[in-house]
């Protein structure tokens, strides 16, 4: 049955929306100065970066979805005043083999550790899944990001991939973990009555 | 010091954009060796687009991607392309793209002989830490070929592609460098 009544932007306490090139650069920047939190999102080499270089980023995100069409990007934002308090994205879409790859970060220390992660994932899958019609989707994890598995484990995800010590951080190699969640299985959950 | 570029096979070389197109348009209108390759619909580009795409890959070419031809020492025949990207130095690992193009070549050891000569590449010249790559768990003489090589699966993606209405797992190999045996 058809449920396009039912809001795919609106949770109980997040939301999805564009981003805002006017107020969005100067928080996100904000964000990329917290190091820690950068490594939890990020494989490569972290930066702090200015508000000019987020603006610039967000051009090419918005050009990326225009042109490529194979890159999906919501702000997170919380319901009760619309701040930016995070992302949440369906990236590298290949359309032929219906996959692609999802991330999703809460910016700023306040916000986390409230289930905004959970309900910003609920409406990434369902949009990954019943709107995009994903045949499966893939979240790659750093190791020692134990939040992010226990959600992702959360949600069904199953383990397929353990790509040993491919990171090196502080002196320590760490393997980085995929997790894959089929379309089929996250259905399975919605009969259930789960997720 | 060793010679980098030669095993009992093959060697590693370069080629011409010319001669690589040429050798591209001839090799893509083998649908068979596309799909063992590649997870990209199989099509036919010009020789002049595919020149194209070669001259902007070698601007890139610089200290994040490596690309060598691979030639036989017994008739000198280029017979295909491997590749290794470094995607962050940081964490010295790279991802290995590999492809046989003449298929009379196919499962005689000349794609191995060229794996362990760019493993080696990548340990004793780029000083990597491990080497990563993916493959269709349909290609099974690749599995073999790899695993000869001295890598290990290190997991299977469910259902990451789709071909002729049958659903198929790829699978993701590596090597250390503390478990690879020199040449």
């Known amino acids: 049955m058809l449920s396009i009544q039912s809001q795919l932007f609106e949770a109980q306490d997040v939301r999805f929306g564009p981003i805002d090139h006017e107020a969005h650069p100067d928080i996100e920047s904000?964000?990329?100065?917290?190091?820690?939190?950068?490594?939890?999102?990020?494989?490569?080499?972290?930066?702090?970066?200015?508000?000019?270089?987020?603006?610039?980023?967000?051009?090419?995100?918005?050009?990326?979805?225009?042109?490529?069409?194979?890159?999906?990007?919501?702000?997170?934002?919380?319901?009760?005043?619309?701040?930016?308090?995070?992302?949440?994205?369906?990236?590298?879409?290949?359309?032929?083999?219906?996959?692609?790859?999802?991330?999703?970060?809460?910016?700023?220390?306040?916000?986390?550790?409230?289930?905004?992660?959970?309900?910003?994932?609920?409406?990434?899958?369902?949009?990954?899944?019943?709107?995009?019609?994903?045949?499966?989707?893939?979240?790659?994890?750093?190791?020692?990001?134990?939040?992010?598995?226990?959600?992702?484990?959360?949600?069904?995800?199953?383990?397929?991939?353990?790509?040993?010590?491919?990171?090196?951080?502080?002196?320590?190699?760490?393997?980085?973990?995929?997790?894959?969640?089929?379309?089929?299985?996250?259905?399975?959950?919605?009969?259930?009555?789960?997720g | 010091m060793k010679d980098l570029y030669r095993e009992a096979l093959v060697r590693l070389a370069s080629e011409p954009p010319e001669v690589m197109a040429k050798s591209f348009v001839k090799w893509d209108r083998d649908s068979?060796?596309?799909?063992?390759?590649?997870?990209?619909?199989?099509?036919?580009?010009?020789?002049?687009?595919?020149?194209?795409?070669?001259?902007?890959?070698?601007?890139?070419?610089?200290?994040?991607?490596?690309?060598?031809?691979?030639?036989?020492?017994?008739?000198d025949k280029y017979i295909g392309f491997v590749s290794l990207r470094v995607p962050a130095w940081s964490h010295s690992d790279a991802w290995i793209g590999i492809m046989v193009g003449e298929r009379d070549y196919w499962g005689k050891g000349y794609g191995t002989d060229a794996m362990r000569l760019?493993?080696?590449?990548?340990?004793?010249?780029?000083?990597?830490?491990?080497?990563s790559l993916g493959l269709h768990a349909y290609n099974e003489r690749a599995l073999k070929s790899y695993e000869k090589a001295g890598f290990t699966l290190e997991g299977r993606v469910r259902g990451d592609g789709l071909r002729d209405g049958i659903r198929y797992d790829s699978l993701w190999l590596g090597i250390l460098r503390e478990e690879w045996e020199p040449i």
Do not use: C
Not at chain 1, 81 to 86: S, Y
Not at chain 1, 92 to 112: C, K, P, Q, V, Y
Not at chain 1, 142 to 149: D, R, S, V
């Open chain 2, 118 to 131: 760019i493993v080696q590449y990548g340990f004793l010249e780029l000083n990597l830490r491990r080497m």
């Open chain 1, 30 to 194: 904000k964000w990329t100065h917290d190091a820690e939190f950068m490594r939890l999102m990020e494989l490569a080499p972290v930066r702090p970066l200015s508000p000019a270089m987020v603006r610039k980023q967000y051009e090419s995100v918005e050009k990326k979805m225009e042109e490529d069409k194979n890159l999906f990007y919501f702000t997170v934002r919380a319901r009760d005043d619309d701040r930016l308090i995070g992302k949440a994205v369906v990236e590298w879409i290949d359309w032929t083999n219906g996959n692609g790859l999802i991330r999703l970060g809460i910016g700023a220390e306040t916000d986390r550790r409230k289930g905004y992660g959970s309900q910003a994932l609920r409406m990434l899958l369902r949009y990954s899944f019943s709107e995009l019609n994903l045949y499966r989707v893939t979240a790659v994890v750093p190791a020692y990001n134990e939040g992010a598995l226990r959600l992702f484990q959360k949600f069904g995800f199953m383990e397929e991939v353990r790509r040993r010590k491919a990171l090196h951080r502080d002196g320590t190699f760490w393997d980085i973990v995929s997790y894959g969640l089929l379309n089929s299985e996250w259905q399975e959950q919605q009969n259930n009555g789960r």
């Open chain 2, 32 to 75: 068979e060796f596309h799909r063992l390759a590649d997870s990209d619909p199989a099509q036919l580009w010009s020789e002049k687009k595919l020149k194209e795409f070669i001259d902007r890959n070698s601007e890139k070419n610089s200290t994040q991607y490596f690309s060598f031809s691979i030639r036989t020492l017994v008739d």
